[in-house]
């Protein structure tokens, strides 16, 4: 079986309850779609489970928005990425080493800051910015209108962040692959369009974590409910 989970953001508890409802065998595949990370404090723990994941399964990393600011800020010198760190959850990172985590980011004590996120560091280094099955494209957020038709998407740092005013529901990539992304929270239920399908359920946001079944046909959640997609093209 072949599985694409959503965004996780440290929220181990959701995790470990869909890993559960998910019953995996060795020949499963996982290919989670980024934000592994921040907005929720179980850093350790969820790392963890990630890297005992990548060790007893054939698992794929997409490149998160929060991985892809991480590692700028982080390995290139670039601080002024320090304002998004601040608003968007990543302060919580570091909430279980550091009594006050923001402080090491307003001083942008990157040193302490590598060393506290090794492992999650040596996660984004295995990651990709987008994977190929044989019918779905998975990436974080989304493709622009004029990269559906790229072989070899080009991406742009706004491939990582892009919202629903700039993604195209109704086409497909390539004229055959349906998009499989995160990113973005459309409510405690999955997103299905003919050429889009969201399955960012808002772990980060204390809500549920969720799995597309591709052989299967269905979405399942955290919680054990089930969404059958071949609904949306009957």
């Known amino acids: 079986m072949q599985y694409f989970i959503g965004d996780v953001h440290s929220n181990s508890v959701e995790l470990k309850k869909l890993l559960d409802q998910l019953k995996l065998k ?24 990630l890297w005992s994941l990548n060790e007893n399964y054939k698992c794929i990393f997409i490149k998160g928005n ?3 600011v ?6 290139n010198g ?5 304002d998004f760190l601040l608003k968007y959850g990543s302060a919580e990172a570091l909430r279980q080493y ?3 985590p923001k402080e090491l980011i307003l001083k942008n004590d ?7 996120l090794e492992p999650y560091l040596k996660l984004i280094e295995i990651t990709r910015d ?9 990436i974080h957020a989304g493709l622009l209108k004029e990269q559906l038709d790229q072989k070899e998407i080009k991406m742009q740092e706004l491939n990582y962040f892009l919202r629903k005013d700039k993604i195209d529901f109704n086409n497909l990539y390539l004229n055959k692959y349906v998009i499989v992304a995160g990113h973005s ?4 239920e999955p997103l299905v369009e003919k050429g889009y399908i969201s399955i960012d359920l808002g772990a980060g946001f204390g809500r549920y974590l969720g799995a597309l079944d591709s052989e299967g046909n269905k979405i399942i959640r955290s919680d054990g409910k089930i969404f059958d997609i071949l609904k949306k093209y009957e």
């Not at 991480?70 to 390995?75: F, T, V």
């Not at 990157?110 to 506290?116: A, G, Q, R, S, Y």
């Not at 929270?185 to 405690?188: C, M």
Request: no cysteine; net charge neutral.
């Open 26 to 49: 060795k020949s499963d595949t996982l290919i989670f779609l980024g934000d592994y990370v921040d907005k929720n404090i179980n850093t350790k723990e969820t790392l963890e489970i």
């Open 66 to 68: 929060h991985e892809y």
């Open 70 to 75: 991480w590692e700028k800020y982080l390995n």
């Open 78 to 82: 670039e601080y002024f990425r320090q």
């Open 98 to 100: 550091v009594k006050n």
């Open 110 to 116: 990157v040193k302490t800051i590598k060393k506290l």
């Open 130 to 138: 987008y994977y190929l099955t044989d019918k779905y494209l998975a």
């Open 185 to 188: 929270y459309f409510g405690d």
